[in-house]
């Protein structure tokens, strides 16, 4: 072929790919508009993006706020990536770590029109500490100035942490010491920018104004959430935040779950918050198994023992109950092996610093194979505590509750009296997290925050993470080793210049709490997302699940 | 007025000869004619020895622990070896689903729960803890209600005016209400005075609590009852001659109002069954992993779908436990009280 007939193919295929862009441009209009319909059995609490700390509104700020840095709106692993938002790039921190320069970008408005400003920036920095931000003493505790926040929030300042210059429209944050993570922590909803007149008090009911494509309407928790395109809202980075599908979102609140799942199925909604009930799992499966969608979820489910409290406090007891669990089970009261994983370890699969690991179990090594209830009972008597009593708590939901009903048959099983104490889901997760209470052993899940392995091994496992007293010690267990301690702040620091070299620490940081027993894994969950035949373009972002303004309903 | 009707009434015809009889033997014999409660004592009876028999059964028949999670377990259906836990393994494969009703004695009659439990055991052995609960705490009920009924009614004035308004405290809260709240509260921590202690998990809370919140609802009738009987002759006449104030309890109070408790007895156990199955369908009753008619509703509830057998083979057995108990009841009192015209079916 000459070179003019080259030009010629060349030029042809360019047009059939320039057409057929276009009419995929035009079937996506086609496709914008109508109302997306979301169920829930309850609201999730306040509207405020800086205090709540729910799946539920986490999954809709993602269409309503921005931060200065986002998680890119993708599906799959692609979702872990952190992206500039309202910044105009990711820096890479300078002094040692300590520092982040930020440019803002311009032009960007609220959904009350006004436009963003540095000043809104330095605000909703400072509004982190003064609302009490569930994570403002974890995430943001290492900005210069936090301290003091920390301990006055009303008037927080962050001098020298956050300082603005409206000239240059940079924002520069300080930092105590290095920290690999915090770019992650600036793109989760808690670091959202809000105006600089925002109540520094909890917002509640009220939404605050936010820059995403859509903002919160009206707020009703006893009936329901409205979201409405942002009038305001124009793309600057269609990975930070995309345009929107639907017109309008609303989430309806009170119908029970087995009602939500007949709404569905009859095309009167079309998704549901709620897991489907496990009498309705076969239906879904069969009958309207292409409006299922699967997803492994990074996160595991676990029975925190405290090391610190009869008969936990022995590890060979703590490691007989996990000898004797049989994950197969477990499995079942989940839904099957298509929704869950028997899992022997913290970090779960394909999380940075996993590496396949089982000792409990009859055949130990990278799977787990079967329960080994004879080497639990002998664990039992060599660790002195057989006939002791042992209360499982767990929440009162029925999934929760089976396998808190399973753990009790396991422990009466290898020797010890055991009772079930199921508490309603409102109070449970911060009633087991005070030492108060006296909680030996709980059904619990933990679900990824942010993709790196020290999300689950420090958070989890870490002295830091212990505060005897607190309804706020997410390290239920109680567990502090020293040795293993020292080893996760190593691979904290080293994670600042070697990424890889630090996850192969943390598989070791993984191994060692798991040799200890602090807690019994269960399995891996994965997530079941039911919605109607009319949902389109269904996106599973891992970070923040069903990205649900990028579907379609018409 | 029912009082002024029954004591007009005319001596009944059929009524056999009733000269040297006492006043049970007779009242054994008017229960005896009673046909309908008979056959309803019948039912009763056979249910009660079914449920003793729970451990002969989860033993010797279907070979079983009810007790212990079985999800890894296998039966024999039709000769054919199948999992208690069907994995589902059509479609997308979600969803594990108990064993239906087999209709064989031997493996998994009524099915399995979501444990893979087999529902039949745990349904024998909730008899018997919803048994026992409704008759201890109806015998609670009745032993203190009658009690502070005749002390009420008998000595009044301020005696009368304390247990009264004592009564009349308990009485204000609405009885579902109380016995929730006192079991929310107890059901968490147990309950301790000096030496006396009732463990959380322990049948001992819900009877006490149960027995508790019904006794207003006994102890007013007696109170009334001894009110009046304070006022008859016979009793008058017993003051005159000098009798004590024990003797009077006894002899001439307590023997007249004692049937009224025993009308009171098959009604409350009733009511007491019924009210055991509500706090334990609510998990503030029977505990894990002992069962009782109101804890298997609650395991059956996740199950309605595909399930349904085990919710509602302890709904039936409530059913006709608390219909049996009823027209026994029934029967009692038209045995004891044959004045009580108006409630009289023959």
Same mark, same amino acid.
Request: aromatic share 10%; charged share 15%; with cysteine.
């Given at each position: ?13 360019? &047009? ?10 035009? $079937? ?27 799946? $539920? ?25 952190? +992206? ?54 974890? *995430? ?47 793109? +989760? ?43 305001? *809202? ?25 009602? $939500?799942?007949? &709404? ?14 496990a ?20 996160a595991f489910w676990y029975a925190p023992m405290n090391t610190r409290l009869a008969p936990f406090d022995n590890v060979k007891a703590r490691q007989a109950v996990s000898y004797a669990i049989d994950r197969n089970a477990l499995v079942k009261i989940f839904g099957g092996p298509n929704l869950a994983t028997p899992s022997c370890q913290v970090l779960p699969p394909?999380?940075?610093?996993h590496v396949d690991y089982c000792p409990y179990t009859k055949h130990p090594g990278g799977e787990w194979s079967g329960a080994d209830i004879a080497k639990a009972k002998k664990l039992v008597q060599q660790s002195g505590t057989k006939g002791a009593k042992v209360t499982v708590l767990s929440s009162d939901d029925e999934v929760n509750k089976g396998v808190a009903v399973y753990l009790q048959s396991v422990l009466n099983q290898i020797g010890y009296k055991a009772s079930v104490k199921p508490i309603?889901?409102?109070?449970? *997760?911060?009633?087991v ?5 006296k909680v030996q052993i709980n059904v619990q899940q933990w ?9 689950f091994l420090?958070?989890l496992f ?14 239920i267990a109680g567990f502090?080793d020293?040795?293993i ?15 890889? &070299? ?8 993984d191994k060692a709490v798991t040799d200890k027993a602090p807690m019994a894994t269960l399995f891996t969950p994965k ?20 990205? +649900?303004?990028?579907?379609? +309903?018409? | ?53 729970a451990p002969l059964y989860a033993a010797h028949v279907a070979h079983t622990e009810p007790f212990r999670s079985h999800l890894d377990a296998t039966t024999l259906v039709?000769?054919k070896r199948v999992p208690v836990m069907e994995q589902s393994s059509?479609?997308?494969g979600?969803g594990v689903t108990p064993i239906?009703?087999t209709?064989d004695?031997r493996h998994y009659f009524l099915g399995a729960d979501d444990q893979g439990r087999d529902v039949a055991a745990r349904l024998l052995y909730g008899?018997?803890n919803?048994?026992? /609960? ?5 015998? /609670? ?22 247990? #009264? ?34 463990e959380s998990g322990s ?5 006490? /609590? ?28 017993? /003051?005159?001659?000098?009798? #004590? ?5 006894? #002899? ?31 998990s503030?009753?029977v505990q894990e992993p002992n069962a #009782?008619?109101?804890t298997i509703?609650l395991d059956?509830?996740g199950l309605?779908?595909?399930r349904?057998?085990v ?36």
């Amino acid at each position: 072929m000459n070179r003019v007939g080259k030009i010629l193919v060349l030029a042809s295929v360019a &047009a059939v790919a320039a057409a057929s862009a276009g009419a995929t441009g035009a $079937q996506r209009l086609d496709h914008r508009g109508g109302t997306m319909k979301l169920l829930a059995k309850a609201a999730g609490g306040t509207l405020d993006p800086q205090v709540n700390y729910t799946l $539920q509104y986490w999954q809709l700020y993602q269409a309503t706020y921005d931060g200065l840095l986002g998680f890119k709106k993708a599906g799959g692993n692609g979702a872990f990536q952190v +992206v500039p938002d309202l910044a105009e790039n990711l820096p890479t921190p300078t002094k040692g770590g300590k520092t982040w320069v930020f440019k803002l970008r311009k032009g960007i408005k609220f959904s009350n029109g006004k436009t963003v400003t540095v000043k809104d920036v330095v605000a909703s920095m400072q509004r982190i500490f003064k609302v009490k931000s569930p994570t403002s003493g974890s *995430f943001y505790a290492g900005i210069v100035g936090a301290k003091a926040c920390l301990a006055k929030p009303s008037t927080c300042t962050l001098k020298g942490g956050v300082v603005g210059n409206a000239k240059a429209g940079t924002i520069t944050i300080n930092l105590t010491a290095p920290d690999p993570e915090f770019k992650y922590k600036l793109a +989760v909803p808690h670091a959202s920018i809000v105006p600089a007149d925002s109540p520094p008090t909890d917002a509640g009911t009220k939404a605050l104004p936010g820059t995403g494509a859509y903002y919160f309407a009206s707020y009703n928790p006893n009936k329901q959430l409205v979201m409405k395109r942002n009038p305001y *809202f124009k793309v600057w980075s269609k990975d930070a935040m995309p345009d929107g599908y639907p017109d309008e979102i609303v989430q309806s609140f009170g119908l029970t779950v087995e009602a $939500q799942i007949t &709404a569905i199925e009859n095309g009167q909604a079309d998704w549901t918050l709620e897991s489907p009930p496990a009498d309705r799992l076969n239906e879904i499966g069969t009958k309207y198994a292409s409006q299922a969608h699967i997803e492994t979820l990074t996160a595991f489910w676990y029975a925190p023992m405290n090391t610190r409290l009869a008969p936990f406090d022995n590890v060979k007891a703590r490691q007989a109950v996990s000898y004797a669990i049989d994950r197969n089970a477990l499995v079942k009261i989940f839904g099957g092996p298509n929704l869950a994983t028997p899992s022997c370890q913290v970090l779960p699969p394909g999380f940075p610093g996993h590496v396949d690991y089982c000792p409990y179990t009859k055949h130990p090594g990278g799977e787990w194979s079967g329960a080994d209830i004879a080497k639990a009972k002998k664990l039992v008597q060599q660790s002195g505590t057989k006939g002791a009593k042992v209360t499982v708590l767990s929440s009162d939901d029925e999934v929760n509750k089976g396998v808190a009903v399973y753990l009790q048959s396991v422990l009466n099983q290898i020797g010890y009296k055991a009772s079930v104490k199921p508490i309603s889901g409102n109070i449970f *997760f911060t009633y087991v997290q005070n030492t108060k209470n006296k909680v030996q052993i709980n059904v619990q899940q933990w679900y990824q925050d942010y993709p790196a392995a020290s999300d689950f091994l420090y958070v989890l496992f870490g002295c830091e993470s212990f505060h005897p007293g607190s309804d706020s010690s997410i390290n239920i267990a109680g567990f502090c080793d020293k040795g293993i301690n020292a080893t996760m702040h190593k691979a904290l620091k080293l994670s600042i210049t070697n990424e890889k &070299a630090a996850n192969r620490l943390w598989a070791k940081v993984d191994k060692a709490v798991t040799d200890k027993a602090p807690m019994a894994t269960l399995f891996t969950p994965k997530h079941i997302d039911f919605v109607s035949k009319r949902v389109g373009n269904f996106t599973f972002s891992k970070q923040f699940y069903w990205l +649900v303004d990028q579907s379609w +309903v018409q | 007025m029912t009082e002024a009707f029954a004591d007009t009434a005319p001596v009944r015809a059929a009524e056999p000869a009733t000269v040297g009889a006492s006043p049970w033997a007779l009242a054994r014999r008017r229960l005896l004619r009673n046909r309908v409660a008979m056959v309803m004592a019948g039912v009763l009876a056979l249910i009660v020895a079914a449920c003793l028999c729970a451990p002969l059964y989860a033993a010797h028949v279907a070979h079983t622990e009810p007790f212990r999670s079985h999800l890894d377990a296998t039966t024999l259906v039709n000769g054919k070896r199948v999992p208690v836990m069907e994995q589902s393994s059509t479609g997308l494969g979600l969803g594990v689903t108990p064993i239906g009703p087999t209709w064989d004695p031997r493996h998994y009659f009524l099915g399995a729960d979501d444990q893979g439990r087999d529902v039949a055991a745990r349904l024998l052995y909730g008899g018997r803890n919803s048994l026992l /609960i409704g008759a201890a705490s109806a015998l /609670i009920t009745c032993f203190f209600a009658t009690s502070i009924g005749i002390v009420a009614g008998f000595f009044g004035g301020f005696v009368d005016g304390i247990l #009264s308004r004592a009564l009349d405290v308990v009485w204000a809260f609405p009885v579902y209400l109380l016995a929730i709240s006192l079991s929310t509260v107890l059901i968490a921590k147990g309950f301790a005075v000096g030496p006396f202690r009732l463990e959380s998990g322990s049948l001992f809370l819900p009877i006490a /609590i149960i027995g508790l919140v019904y006794i207003p609802y006994v102890a007013r009738p007696i109170r009334g009852e001894v009110l009046s009987l304070r006022q008859r002759e016979f009793v008058e006449a017993a /003051i005159g001659l000098g009798a #004590s104030t024990w003797r009077l309890l006894w #002899s001439d109070v307590l023997r007249n109002v004692i049937t009224t408790a025993i009308v009171f007895f098959p009604l409350m156990l009733a009511i007491d069954m019924l009210t055991e199955a509500a706090l334990s369908f609510l998990s503030i009753g029977v505990q894990e992993p002992n069962a #009782s008619w109101g804890t298997i509703i609650l395991d059956g509830q996740g199950l309605l779908y595909t399930r349904p057998a085990v919710a509602l083979a302890p709904g039936i057995a409530i059913a006709v436990t608390v219909l049996a108990l009823n027209v026994l009841g029934d029967g009692v009192r038209d045995a004891l009280d044959p004045r009580a015209k108006l409630r009289r079916t023959d």
